[in-house]
Nanobody, 119 residues
């Protein structure tokens, strides 16, 4: 079974940076499109970024475009989310998601890592 473990969250001041990591185990990471989602208190789940398994193409939501960068290291089975110029509105629990490209109905979630940005 595929497992995703996020790390790298924490408390940072506005304008600061954090790098989140999502370690994938149980299968080959290059068979999955990996995405980052977040959920702030009282708000809906939001897709933040994802990276394609085949060509490495990336997607960013408008709210993070230009500030966040997603990357993957298939050897280390890890996907990173570099977050720069953080804002208080980026405060949320960030979740990693793995979408199986072989079967669209199969996807997995990590337990999340909390990012808190103080003003």
């Amino acid at each position: 079974e595929v497992q995703l473990v996020e790390s790298g969250g924490g408390l940072v001041q506005a304008g600061g940076s954090l790098r989140l990591s999502c370690v994938v185990s149980g299968d080959t990471v290059d068979d999955y499109t990996i995405g980052w989602f977040r959920q702030a208190p009282g708000k809906e789940h939001e897709g933040v970024s994802c990276i394609d398994s085949s060509d490495g193409s990336t997607y960013y939501s408008d709210s993070v475009k230009g500030r966040f960068t997603i990357s993957r290291d298939n050897v280390k089975m890890t996907v990173y989310l570099q977050m720069n110029s953080l804002k208080p509105e980026d405060t949320a629990v960030y979740y990693c998601n793995a979408d199986d490209i072989r079967s669209p109905d199969i996807n997995y979630w990590g337990k999340g890592t909390l990012v808190t940005v103080s003003s």
